[in-house]
């Protein structure tokens, strides 16, 4: 593991979650799991200088 001090205040919590996309190496730590939502499932508008894109 690369932050071995990352692991242990996992520890150290009673509940521990984690939101995201895919399942990243935290959610293999976390007690519950959420699910993200990805672009594809969301509409945004993101801002580039000078650009807008609505997503």
């Known amino acids: 593991m690369r932050f071995p001090w990352f ?3 996992i520890d150290k919590l ?4 984690a939101i995201d996309f895919s399942m990243s190496p935290t959610c293999d730590y976390a007690d519950v799991v ?3 939502p990805t672009f594809w499932e969301k509409h945004d508008l993101v801002g580039t200088d000078p ?3 609505l997503q």
């Open 34 to 36: 959420l699910p993200a």
């Open 51 to 53: 650009y807008l894109q």
């Open 14 to 17: 009673e509940l521990f979650v």
């Open 7 to 9: 692991k242990e205040a």
